[in-house]
T-cell receptor, first 116, second 111 residues
Framework: DVKVTQSSRYLVKRTGEKVFLECVQD?????MFWYRQDPGLGLRLIYF???????EKGDIPEGYSVSREKKERFSLILESASTNQTSMYLC???????????????FGAGTRLSVL | QKEVEQNSGPLSVPEGAIASLNCTYS??????FFWYRQYSGKSPELIMS????GDKEDGRFTAQLNKASQYVSLLIRDSQPSDSATYLC???????????FGAGTRLFVKA
């Protein structure tokens, strides 16, 4: 089974803190993604990475950065947490390519972050 | 116009009925289409993928794709209370790496 592991299920941080969310996958997937999910807004892509040290901005990258030093690990960084970053954060991974079962994204359990 | 649109629901059906979930998308050249199920407080999990026009069946689930109408649907036959969840439609185009998710439809199956 594909396993995508997020380091924390729940986090409470204070405004202005630097926050690290870690994600590890064990399927040798090239692609990794960070989303946030808010009620009524669905999943919104923050950043994605298609290879080690490669990253691309998603739809809502402001206030976030990412790091991918190893293929299996993709980190999301909130440089200075703000209350509007309170959300559920989901990490996902997939193989690249277009055919067949590729591009199916496998999700971690999510991290519910509260910024006070 | 949102890139992937779903009726937010909630959609309520009695146990044993057919639940019909619909999704429209704006990018005409989209190639890959997915339905994910998300239970409350859990992460999304894939239940169906479809890549060509027509129907694709897997157990109680049938995905239907009509690229000309830019429409994809999910039918759940013999709905069970355990099917109660939010169903996310996801669409991927030919280029790039992005998969666009709809906001999801909440389904309630009443026992």
């Amino acid at each position: 089974d594909v396993k995508v592991t997020q380091s924390s299920r729940y986090l409470v941080k204070r405004t202005g803190e630097k926050v690290f969310l870690e994600c590890v996958q064990d399927m040798d997937h090239e692609n990794m993604f960070w989303y946030r999910q808010d009620p009524g807004l669905g999943l919104r892509l923050i950043y994605f990475s298609y290879d080690v040290k490669m990253k691309e901005k998603g739809d809502i990258p402001e206030g976030y950065s990412v790091s991918r030093e190893k293929k299996e690990r993709f980190s999301l960084i909130l440089e200075s947490a703000s209350t509007n970053q309170t959300s559920m954060y989901l990490c996902a991974s997939s193989f690249p390519g277009l055919a067949g079962g590729q591009n199916i994204q496998y999700f971690g359990a999510g991290t519910r972050l509260s910024v006070l | 116009q949102k890139e992937v649109e779903q009726n937010s629901g909630p959609l309520s059906v009695p146990e044993g009925a057919i639940a019909s979930l619909n999704c429209t998308y704006s990018d005409r050249v989209s190639q890959s289409f997915f339905w994910y199920r998300q239970y409350s407080g859990k992460s999304p999990e894939l239940i169906m993928s479809i890549y060509s026009n027509g129907d694709k069946e897997d157990g109680r689930f049938t995905a239907q794709l009509n690229k000309a109408s830019q429409y994809v649907s999910l039918l759940i036959r013999d709905s069970q209370p355990s099917d109660s969840a939010t169903y996310l439609c996801a669409v991927r185009g030919t280029g790039g790496f992005k998969t666009i998710f709809g906001a999801g439809t909440r389904l309630f199956v009443k026992a």
